[in-house]
RNA sequence: GACCGCGUAGCUCAGCCGGUAGAGCACCUGACUUUUAAUCAGGUGGUCGUGGGUUCGAAUCCCACCGCGGUCACCA
């Protein structure tokens, strides 16, 4: 080791064997038996770091290029890049990246021996003083170099990173690594329910826990996944939606309001909008009505916003959004209407489904009437809803929870609020009356008699719970997934999941 | 599920009118030594997704399968 005093920098000189050329699993690990020959611990159990990166940026924004500090801190980091035989590291932490500099005359033979094993990847502490070098990068002028984490895998290409869509969401963590986008998505999405939480606290509500694991469907129209429990013999459905346990627990007088955020589960098509998982945020308001709850939506929505980007508006592809409540409210027959000259209202089933064919719209010769104009609306109008919008109003058809409107018998005191022509929230008065309940479980139990295995089954015990009383309630669910995309502008669901549910691997 | 596209070194990508497989990053050796995607010289590394077919000869053409992506259909 004693030819490295010539040079004024510390050459990686280390005995790799030539087997170990061009295999940097091997030269990696031919490094980790170096460490430990030379009596270093490559996986110490502690650093004692005064500073991230970012902090230190911070407070030494002002600091001149070729001034030298005798500030000493220690930070630690991944190494991403080394240049000079190692004279520079680039470190970066969860805050940001800082450059290490290691020079020969401020380190101790010691100190120079732990560089001869570092590679890119490697997690290390550096301790020693700051300065701003005359090219004007902040460093730490190393004193002492600790081998925190000795990497055995080599880093995917530092310019490109991963472009692999499904090695990254296989491999999140060096996507993370690698992509700073990444890592700002999934901050922007947990900064998101943080608000969320805060907002809802300050309504009043409190947050509870529902059975993801449920005996009875309900509370959605989806297709499920079926689980089994061993000990009790008996299967469980994943829940498709909370909505049930929710109401049950606004019935016991738990508190006026209720929210829950948490995962769904629907056995259906994955697609850019759509994870088998997904999470969402349901809530029930004792004493408010669907008007109340778009408010309370739009207030939600603008305050997210407005604390993740400072304004209202926001840039979603070739959009420019605007958030600012109050948003547009217009009832689903209007807005076909609006969209297609044609009026739904006064029509019957037949009627509905002549004049959906007219339109090229194809609707399930058994739909409803309810059921036709949900499908119009579908094909004709949801796409160009861009700009946010509550869609209001809809057939009582095709809404067995929801309150009869208080105008209209044929519709129900519900809405949808869409953003970016995606169906962001649902939200109705809820239906308390026990005996209409009963009758339109029924009704769905008839449909799902007749082969549509995304009708709802009856739970007695929830028509009990009504019975007991369920005072006048407001409720709505929205989906953070989709709300996290329209913030961080991100065009696949996936991207907003840590670990978005793919094939399992063969073997 | 249907249609279209892609699968080449650890990573990012060329090569595809058939003729022995290339670059950059990473890795190894050396040079340089206040760099910023550091630079320079040299080197290692590939059953070209899998299986079959056509051909004297296939990464390249054909078929099947697997995997992935996109579009459409269903769904929040």
């Not at 969401?169 to 998505?185: K, S």
Request: hydrophobic share 40%; glycine share 6%.
């Amino acid at each position: 080791m004693s030819q490295k005093s010539a040079s004024t920098t510390p050459a990686t000189q280390t005995a790799i064997p030539a087997e170990a050329s061009g295999n940097p699993r091997l030269a990696k690990e031919k490094k980790l038996e170096g460490l430990i020959a030379a009596g270093i611990d490559p996986y110490p159990h502690v650093f004692p770091r005064s500073h991230q990166a970012q902090e230190l940026q911070d407070t030494y924004k002002d600091l001149e290029a070729g001034v030298e500090t005798e500030d000493a801190v220690a930070v630690a980091g991944r190494v991403m890049a080394m240049r000079n035989n190692g004279m520079f590291l680039d470190i970066t932490d969860a805050s940001g990246k800082i450059q290490v500099f290691c020079h020969k005359d401020t380190m101790s033979e010691d100190a120079l021996k732990v560089l001869e094993f570092i590679d890119i990847g490697d997690i290390i502490g550096a301790e020693g003083t700051i300065r701003r070098t005359p090219r004007g990068e902040l460093s730490v002028r190393a004193k002492k170099v600790t081998m925190l984490t000795k990497s055995l895998q080599p880093l995917p290409e530092k310019h490109h990173g991963l472009t692999d869509v499904e090695q990254r969401y296989r491999q999140r963590y060096l996507d993370l690594i690698m992509n700073e986008d990444a890592r700002r998505v999934l901050r922007t999405r947990s900064q998101m329910i943080a608000i969320i939480r805060r907002f809802m606290h300050e309504k009043g509500a409190i947050e509870v826990e529902t059975p993801m694991m449920q005996p009875i469907l309900g509370g959605a129209s989806a297709r499920p996944f079926v689980t089994h429990h061993n000990a009790l013999d008996a299967d469980f459905f994943l829940r498709i939606a909370p909505e049930l346990y929710l109401k049950r627990l606004v019935v016991g007088g738990l508190a006026d309001s209720v929210f829950e955020i948490n995962r769904n589960f629907r056995n259906e098509g994955i697609s850019i909008k759509h994870n088998p998982e997904f999470t969402m945020i349901e809530a029930y308001h004792a004493y408010k009505d669907y008007n109340d709850i778009m408010t309370l939506i739009e207030d939600l929505v603008q305050t997210i916003a407005m604390e993740i980007h400072g304004a209202t508006q926001i840039t979603f592809g070739e959009h420019i959004i605007d958030l600012k409540s109050p948003w547009q409210r217009r009832s689903m027959v209007d807005l076909v209407k609006d969209y297609t000259h044609v009026d739904f209202m006064p029509m019957d089933a037949a009627q509905a489904h002549a004049e959906a064919k007219k339109l090229g719209v194809s609707v399930d010769p058994k739909a409803n009437w309810g059921q036709v104009v949900e499908a119009v609306f579908g094909e004709m109008v949801e796409h160009n809803l861009i700009q946010p919008i509550h869609v209001t109003d809809h057939p009582l058809d095709i809404s067995p929870l929801s309150k009869i409107h208080r105008s209209n018998p044929r519709l129900v005191e519900r809405f949808e609020s869409y953003i970016n022509g995606w169906e962001m929230a649902n939200a109705f008065t809820e239906l308390n009356d026990p005996k209409i309940q009963f009758e339109r479980f029924m009704e769905q139990v008839a449909q799902r008699d007749a082969g549509n295995e995304e009708a709802m089954m009856v739970d007695h015990d929830f028509v009990t719970a009504l019975e007991v009383g369920l005072p006048p309630t407001g409720g709505w669910g929205m989906g953070i997934d989709r709300l996290c995309m329209i913030m961080t502008d991100m065009h696949n669901i996936r991207e907003v999941i840590a670990f978005p549910t793919l094939k399992p691997l063969k073997d």
